[in-house]
């Protein structure tokens, strides 16, 4: 049975020149018109080497593009040749037939590759072990040579001129359709890429936000103890300049969170992490220091191994912790313990958060690292799905591994894994 696109001179009761004409004016027809239906990039080009193959009596068939840059000529599709190199096999501008044929813009026809020393042996396709002719022509369009078409055969043979007038005819029936094709791939390409920059910038708004979240919950919760100090009369003086010092540390880490956040979507501008041995015992009592007046409806314990060393970036790290701490303070009641542990196996070192909340089904722990991902049916889903998804990126970019299980008692924990510098 025929395939849909297979195209196939039709059977014209007339003899020998004028029936051979008319099949080629045919078959020019019916590949101008699949071509024009194609429905993808790739289904053209597979019709331009099948249906070329086939009108030539060829054995191989296969369609270069030269580059943007006008270098190389890369091979675009091909009927006969590996399919795997299909966007690795290049061909320099100019050199070998089809770089000659490109440079030229004239046909080329060798009778014999394996004595023509023009004949370019391309890495990944060992032509010589089984080509032995070739026919190649160029594929201009607005004066501009946009590649080259090629067909070649197992068997000696010598192509005549009616058939290098029959493969130019396709090349410059082709060169139009392909071209076109290609421009508006690319044009697609590139509205692709305009949605991932919107997305990413949709993304960091949604992380900037997320970020001075942390920072400002804490501010209040001091000057909600400042106004409960002075409603009470049981504050001193001395303790409210200590709140106020305290205040004013968050308010000096928000501009650090916000330079940090917007340096780190300017991959380009920005230098390798330094990844130096850090005390995680430290990173973990000062990020409970600074967050205590979140943390203080809640039993907080610190378990496992101390003195721990581990390879990061603080600044990450302590952030990575924040969101944590944040989303346990969130979902666990009041009252309820929040546990820390630190704890070393074969060479990694684990910090993990554990809470006594309601707990992440199993196809959710992954989930909940993707942004904005809430459950709403917990009935304690806030905020704006961020944290999480905003630890994970800051966990990779130190080559952490961040994960969610079970915790004991029935709540979540989440697992950091890092590489351990020493331990003590």
Request: with cysteine.
């Amino acid at each position: 049975m025929e395939r849909p696109d297979q195209v196939v001179p039709p059977a014209v009761p007339v003899a020998g020149d004028e029936r051979r004409q008319l099949e080629e004016l045919m078959f020019l027809h019916e590949v101008a018109r699949l071509a024009t239906t194609a429905r993808t990039w790739e289904e053209l080009l597979s019709i331009v080497v099948d249906g070329t193959r086939d009108a030539l009596n060829a054995d191989v068939s296969s369609l270069y593009l030269l580059d943007r840059d006008g270098d190389h000529l890369t091979l675009a599709a091909t009927n006969g040749l590996d399919r795997h190199q299909i966007g690795r096999a290049r061909v320099p501008f100019g050199e070998g037939i089809t770089g000659r044929v490109a440079a030229s813009r004239e046909p080329m026809v060798i009778p014999d590759v394996r004595s023509d020393e023009r004949f370019l042996w391309v890495r990944g396709i060992d032509q010589r072990r089984f080509v032995a002719s070739m026919l190649s022509v160029p594929l201009s369009w607005n004066d501009q040579v946009v590649g080259v078409l090629n067909v070649q055969t197992e068997q000696t043979r010598d192509f005549a001129p009616r058939d290098v007038a029959h493969l130019r005819a396709i090349g410059d029936l082709l060169a139009g359709i392909v071209e076109k094709g290609r421009l508006q791939r690319e044009a697609e390409a590139q509205v692709t890429a305009l949605k991932a920059i919107e997305r990413a910038q949709a993304e960091l708004v949604a992380l900037v936000t997320h970020e001075l979240r942390t920072p400002l919950a804490v501010v209040r919760a001091y000057l909600d103890l400042l106004a409960e100090a002075v409603g009470d009369g049981g504050g001193t003086v001395p303790s409210a300049v200590e709140w106020h010092r305290l205040a004013d540390e968050q308010l000096t880490r928000l501009d650090r969170l916000v330079d940090s956040i917007l340096a780190s979507v300017r991959p380009e501008e920005q230098a390798p992490l330094d990844l130096v041995p850090i005390d995680l015992t430290a990173i973990v009592e000062e990020t409970v220091a600074e967050m205590g007046p979140l943390l203080r409806r809640h039993h907080l314990e610190h378990e496992g191994r101390r003195g721990l060393r581990v390879l990061g970036e603080s600044g990450r790290l302590r952030q990575i912790l924040e969101h944590l701490l944040e989303n346990a303070v969130k979902y666990a009641p009041p009252g309820t313990t929040i546990t820390i542990r630190t704890d070393l196996a074969e060479g990694i070192a684990r910090l993990s958060v554990s809470d006594e909340g309601p707990g992440i089904p199993e196809d959710w722990r992954e989930r909940v690292f993707e942004p904005y991902a809430r459950r709403s049916e917990t009935g304690a889903a806030r905020g704006s799905g961020i944290g999480l998804y905003a630890a994970r990126r800051l966990g990779e970019a130190m080559g952490a591994r961040i994960w969610c299980e079970p915790a004991p008692g029935g709540g979540a924990c989440f697992v950091v894994a890092l590489a351990a510098a020493v331990a003590l």
